[in-house]
T-cell receptor, first 114, second 113 residues
Framework: KAGVTQTPRYLIKTRGQQVTLSCSPI?????VSWYQQTPGQGLQFLFE???????NKGNFPGRFSGRQFSNSRSEMNVSTLELGDSALYLC?????????????FGPGTRLTVL | DAKTTQPNSMESNEEEPVHLPCNHS???????IHWYRQLPSQGPEYVIH???SNVNNRMASLAIAEDRKSSTLILHRATLRDAAVYYC??????????????FGKGTKLTVNP
């Protein structure tokens, strides 16, 4: 079974631009969560989507948004990029058919904002 | 979200057992204890989880204290590939019914050859 894939793997943008990152979950998984990882703040939860609905959102500004499609693939968008948005963005998928499903992480997208 | 406390770093020698401790004194009766690890330049990967009794899988063992206020992840024979940051997590269930992993700083495990 193919794992979680994320595209692109690396991205360089400039301040003020916007960016869209993509995540394809493991086949059959309906839940996709997004996390941001920085050296200073560590891994922080951004949001989770399940069956095309956002179920929970972390403490990030409204510039961070996401969506999920009917095939469970998910995208996250960051508008008006700031230098502090430079980070590794990870997505994780899970079955979410019972409490405390194991989450499977992708390799991440490394975003650099110049 | 229930908080966990882990040592910042630990060292081990290859082929020796490693015991990674985690304190979670504010754990509730329904909180599962999860362990994930993150190898260099990779996303986190699930290691093991448990509720009350000790658990074993092909990667590790999880020993849970009787009062559930602490747990220990046991790697029976550390290899160089086990060098990673290990996270002890008590996933919270949000209002929306979703599960949220709240990562702390974790324990950076160094394995010496």
């Amino acid at each position: 079974k193919a794992g979680v894939t994320q595209t692109p793997r690396y991205l360089i943008k400039t301040r003020g631009q916007q960016v869209t990152l993509s995540c394809s979950p493991i086949s059959g998984h309906r839940s996709v969560s997004w996390y941001q990882q920085t050296p200073g703040q560590g891994l922080q939860f951004l949001f989770e989507y399940f069956s095309e609905t956002q179920r929970n959102k972390g403490n990030f500004p409204g510039r961070f948004s996401g969506r999920q499609f009917s095939n469970s693939r998910s995208e996250m968008n960051v508008s008006t990029l700031e230098l502090g948005d430079s980070a590794l963005y990870l997505c994780a998928s899970s079955l979410r058919d019972r409490a405390y499903n194991e989450q499977f992480f992708g390799p991440g997208t490394r975003l650099t904002v110049l | 979200d229930a908080k966990t406390t882990q040592p910042n770093s630990m060292e081990s020698n290859e082929e020796e057992p490693v015991h990674l401790p985690c304190n979670h004194s504010t754990i509730s009766g329904t909180d599962y204890i999860h362990w994930y690890r993150q190898l260099p330049s990779q996303g986190p990967e699930y290691v093991i989880h448990g509720l009350t009794s000790n658990v074993n899988n092909r990667m590790a063992s999880l020993a849970i204290a009787e009062d559930r206020k602490s747990s220990t992840l046991i790697l029976h024979r550390a290899t160089l590939r086990d060098a990673a940051v290990y996270y002890c997590i008590l996933p919270g269930i949000t209002q929306g019914g979703s599960e949220k992993l709240v990562f702390g700083k974790g324990t950076k495990l160094t394995v010496n050859p």
